[in-house]
């Protein structure tokens, strides 16, 4: 399967820390998007990543690409119980459609207070 | 305000019946996207449709059909085919000078009884 896996499933700390979240992939991409989803609701985009950037930041969010390692991370800082979500990143692959997007199983983050 | 509508929110249907999810679009957007989430899991793609009269099919297509006779609209039909319809559907919509990004509805929650 191209989708790879994201790590881990499920993330749960208190609100000041930071959270990281992981995405691998397993072939080539053009690109690397992460998206955020409150419960029942629809997918809100965060950032993007071409395959020949490294980082890339906005405003808390910082994601970093590797494609040596095929994987990216995203990482919240000092994160707020509104960044209550989960969280899921969206390959487009080399081989594919430009526009078509694969999507991973996603990371549930919770954010006490 | 330029956004992306499904309606409805909630839709209950007998099993055996065929049932039409409307997704409606005013953002200007070329390519149009249909996916199904099942609890705890990612997003897959059922149809995406890149102009209109024209859409290709996804990674679960089975049990699903699709029309684009306009560019605002993308209608999925659950027809009786689908085994298991239960599940959160959602549609996106991607054009314009961001062309990779994705903007997503709310959803709709179809239920099969």
């Known amino acids: 399967s191209q989708q790879g896996e994201e790590d881990p499933q499920a993330l749960s700390i208190q609100e000041g820390e930071n959270a990281t979240m992981n995405c691998s992939y397993k072939?080539?991409?053009?690109?690397l998007q992460w998206y955020r989803q409150n419960s029942g609701r629809g997918l809100v985009h965060l950032i993007l990543?071409?395959?020949?950037?490294r980082e890339k930041h906005s405003g808390r969010l910082r994601v970093t690409l590797d494609t040596s390692k095929k994987s990216s991370s995203l990482l919240i800082t000092a994160s707020r119980a509104a960044d209550t979500a989960s969280y899921f990143c969206?390959?487009?692959?080399?081989?594919?459609?430009?526009?078509?997007?694969?999507f991973g199983s996603g990371t549930q983050l919770t954010v006490l207070p | 305000d330029g956004g992306i509508t499904q309606s409805p929110k909630y839709l209950f249907r007998k099993e055996g019946q065929n049932v039409t999810l409307s997704c409606e679009q005013n953002?200007?957007?070329?390519?149009m996207y249909w996916y199904r989430q099942d609890p705890g899991q990612g997003l897959r793609l059922i149809y995406y449709?890149?102009?209109?009269?024209?859409?290709q099919k996804g990674d679960i297509a089975e049990g699903y059909s699709v029309s684009r006779e306009k560019k605002e609209s993308f209608p999925l039909t659950v027809t009786s085919a689908q085994k298991n319809p239960t599940a959160f559907y959602l549609c996106?919509?991607?054009?314009?000078?961001?062309?990779?990004?994705?903007?997503f509805g709310p959803g709709t929650r179809l239920t099969v009884l």
């Open positions: 996106a919509s991607s054009g314009g000078t961001r062309l990779q990004e994705q903007f």
């Open positions: 072939t080539s991409i053009n690109n």
């Open positions: 990543i071409r395959s020949n950037e």
């Open positions: 969206a390959k487009t692959f080399s081989s594919g459609s430009a526009r078509q997007l694969t």
């Open positions: 953002l200007n957007h070329d390519a």
């Open positions: 449709s890149q102009i209109v009269n024209d859409f």
